[in-house]
């Protein structure tokens, strides 16, 4: 059952979230990364469009979100910090609720930057960690192989002693070979990061998001991935009153399921989830020039499935029940609105 | 004020400056039964209290909302 904020904030055409990727560019290298580096930096183009397209939906908006994605959205900061400028701009102008955030891998997250970007609403951030050090360095690596732990650590560990109102949550990927590991991280972490209510832990599995298959054999099923999280953390249920994991979402709706959510690419494509990069299916148009968008609408609503009958594992990942084609879509042959009159 | 709530997607649009629409009339309704539950889609559904407000065209704004499946309606 979905809560009525949950259903609100998913439906509300008031509220508009931004998923930018100024660079699909990347530092890092991880070994079962999905994302094929592609395509570059976001032209100055695509970077006034969007600026415009901002100024044009504020003034009916009561909030709006920006969340960077890429690659690595911090190879392209000037972009990022352009356009939170100008969006806090014209939303401190309207009265509107303005707030972003990064997923990021926080090695190019330097201090001076991330009290920048606080300053500019963009206070969350989400940052990976694969395991203690001699495990996450095995994965999470630049391009030359070389390590990543320790200047990820010490930005985090920096933090701590700002005054900022910032919210970290790191994101601790589990598979079959690195439990261990992260049982040692989150206790470091635990010791060293939790004492301080900005930051959060949340585990998420490795899965094979990439046809390549290239992850198969570290992937843990859905039974023994809970009880390796009951043993990394010493809990079954919630860490400091927070769901710990994708497994344990409640009310969660996707914001790939969310009308007003779109992701904008760095060439200007628009798709709605950050997963599905190469799928004709999630590339549903794109922003003009003067800010303006060209939608697919038959495209957009093949990921708004989930509303027709309150499919829980639709609405968290319409990606897994998205039709293979719009001539095999539910909407094809569908004639009942599902509309409450009162 | 016809008051709906609409969350079929073939009723959800969106227009060249982003913006989302729901197109309340070109859909078929489904009144609400006693106790506030309505079957749609083979399935029974309860819902607490919606509240929503047209605004004079087809898009309406919807601020309150609970609904949840109950389960298959029976021979459906």
Redesign the interface.
């Given at each position: 059952?979905?809560?009525?904020q949950a259903?609100?904030n998913a439906?509300?055409?008031?509220l508009?979230e931004l998923i930018l990727l100024p660079t699909e560019k990347c530092n890092f290298r991880c070994t079962y990364c999905y994302e094929d580096f592609a395509i570059g930096r976001m032209p100055r183009r695509v970077i006034d469009a969007v600026k415009r397209?901002i100024a044009?939906?504020v003034p009916?908006l009561q909030g709006l979100t920006l969340s960077w994605f890429g690659g690595e959205p911090l190879l392209a900061k000037d972009i990022c910090v352009e356009i939170s400028e100008f969006a806090k701009g014209i939303c401190d102008r309207y009265g509107v609720d303005f707030e972003g955030g990064f997923t990021t891998n926080g090695y190019l997250l330097e201090t001076e930057l991330f009290q920048k970007l606080v300053a500019l609403n963009q206070r969350n951030y989400q940052i990976t960690l694969d395991g203690d050090e001699e495990w996450h360095n095995k994965t999470r690596v630049q391009p030359n192989r070389k390590p990543t732990f320790e200047r990820i650590w010490s930005n985090l560990t920096r933090f701590k002693e700002l005054p900022d109102n910032f919210r970290i949550s790191l994101r601790l990927h589990v598979h079959g070979d690195n439990i261990e590991s992260v049982r040692r991280l989150y206790a470091r972490i635990q010791s060293e990061l939790l004492t301080d209510s900005r930051y959060s832990v949340y585990f998420h599995k490795i899965s094979n998001l990439d046809p390549r298959d290239q992850v198969k054999e570290m992937v843990l099923n859905d039974h023994d991935y809970a009880n390796a999280l009951s043993y990394i953390s010493g809990t079954s249920s919630e860490i400091n009153g927070r769901q710990k994991s994708e497994i344990h979402l409640k009310d969660y709706i996707c914001y790939a399921a969310k009308?007003?959510s779109?992701m904008i690419r760095a060439n200007g494509t628009i798709g709605k989830c950050t997963v599905a990069l190469n799928d004709e299916r999630n590339s549903i148009g794109r922003i003009l020039d003067d800010g303006?968008?060209?939608?697919s609408?038959p495209k957009?609503?093949?990921w708004?499935?989930g509303?027709?009958?309150?499919s829980n594992s639709t609405l968290s990942c319409p990606l897994s029940t998205l039709p293979k084609s719009i001539a095999e879509s539910p909407?094809a042959h569908?004639?009942?609105?599902?509309?409450?009159?009162? | 004020m016809a008051a709906a709530m609409i969350v079929h997607p073939a009723d959800i649009s969106m227009g060249s400056d982003g913006s989302v629409s729901y197109q309340g009339e070109t859909s078929k309704s489904v009144p609400l039964m006693a106790d506030r539950q309505f079957t749609a889609q083979g399935k029974n559904y309860n819902c607490g209290n919606i509240q929503c407000t047209g605004d004079g065209s087809n898009n309406v704004v919807c601020t309150n909302i609970d609904c949840h499946t109950t389960g298959p309606t029976p021979g459906g």
């Open positions: 059952m979905y809560s009525e259903l609100v439906l509300s055409p008031k508009m397209l044009n939906r009916e009308p007003n779109l303006s968008l060209d939608i609408n957009l609503r093949q708004l499935l509303y027709m009958d309150m909407l569908s004639e009942l609105a599902l509309t409450l009159v009162d | -």
